[in-house]
């Protein structure tokens, strides 16, 4: 009876080292994977509003449909 008990204690203890070991080394990776993201998204977004923006302006384009 007293074997399960210590298995899940001992799973316990093994469970709390790893995550104190993955937030020393792993969260601070994300971060900067997230801002990596972070950036690359903003320069995107940046580069489709200017192309939309040149768009308007061209005169290759055709007209939009019109709605009645």
Same mark, same amino acid.
């Given at each position: 009876?007293?074997?399960?008990?210590?298995?899940? #204690?001992?799973?316990?203890?093994v469970?709390?080292?790893?995550?104190?070991?993955?937030?020393?080394?792993?969260?601070?990776?994300?971060f900067?994977?997230?801002?990596? #993201?972070?950036?690359?998204?903003?320069?995107? #977004?940046?580069?489709?509003?200017?192309?939309?923006?040149?768009?308007?302006d061209?005169?290759?384009?055709?007209?939009?449909?019109?709605? #009645?």
């Amino acid at each position: 009876m007293i074997k399960p008990v210590l298995q899940v #204690a001992a799973l316990g203890v093994v469970g709390v080292a790893m995550w104190k070991l993955a937030s020393l080394f792993l969260f601070p990776v994300l971060f900067v994977v997230f801002k990596i #993201a972070l950036v690359v998204g903003l320069v995107m #977004a940046a580069i489709w509003w200017f192309n939309k923006q040149g768009r308007k302006d061209s005169p290759d384009t055709p007209p939009p449909p019109e709605t #009645a």
